[in-house]
T-cell receptor, first 114, second 110 residues
């Protein structure tokens, strides 16, 4: 059973379009992270959101954490071919240790055509 | 440069032939982990280590072993690889749950 459902799995758009990727769960997370992965490389952390309702912006990327801390979204404005890649969300649930358990969604493969 | 390194990057082997994938980090992180990435399944944690000599199972530990004798190194051992272990493997070290991933090892078991 996938704890984090990411949608859509595939997204193919033209340069200049806007898009949103969703990450949903029935579980409450302590924090949620978004990573971007390019072919032949490991995922790279883009952002961590911690507070319910939090919104963070990274240039043309806007990340939002749901009020109940069960879901998150990534919105890209005016997508560019350089945005092409695999986007992964990952939720953290704090346990009894100083490190929480990290669970990844299935990922969204984004292709931006020139 | 802060980084996580893995070797080898590509490996083709046969069923049952023991192999080790090495992982090393230079960020002095206490927490390290191994993931496998399969299409449609995302990243799944195999094993993790919270410090030297402290390791524990992740979500898919069957068929794998790890050791953590030094803080910087966290090798992944497949004692008897099987074709269902064909996958893309990532090592990661963490600070406050933010993962820093290695470049990946693509393993094919025939």
């Amino acid at each position: 059973t996938q704890l984090l459902e990411q949608s859509p799995q595939f997204l193919s758009i033209q340069e200049g379009e806007n898009l949103t990727v969703y990450c949903n769960s029935s579980s409450v997370f302590s924090s949620l992270q978004w990573y971007r992965q390019e072919p032949g490389e490991g995922p790279v952390l883009l952002v961590t959101v911690v507070t319910g309702g939090e919104v963070k912006k990274l240039k043309r990327l806007t990340f939002q954490f749901g009020d109940a801390r069960k879901d998150s979204s990534l919105h890209i404005t005016a997508a560019q071919p350089g945005d092409t890649g695999l986007y992964l969300c990952a939720g953290v649930i704090w346990g009894g240790t100083s490190y929480g358990k990290l669970t990844f969604g299935q990922g969204t493969i984004l292709t931006v055509h020139p | 440069e802060a980084q996580v390194t893995q070797n080898p990057r590509y490996l083709i082997t046969v069923t049952g032939k023991k192999l080790t994938v090495t992982c090393s980090q230079n960020m002095n992180h206490e927490y390290m982990s191994w993931y496998r990435q399969d299409p449609g399944l995302g990243l799944r944690q195999i094993y993790y280590s919270m410090n030297v000599e402290v390791t524990d199972k992740g979500d898919v530990p069957e068929g794998y072993k790890v050791s953590r004798k030094e803080k910087r190194n966290f090798p992944l051992i497949l004692e008897s690889p099987s074709p269902n272990q064909t996958s893309l493997y990532f090592c990661a070290s963490s600070f406050l749950n933010e993962q820093y991933f290695g470049p990946g090892t693509r393993l094919t078991v025939t």
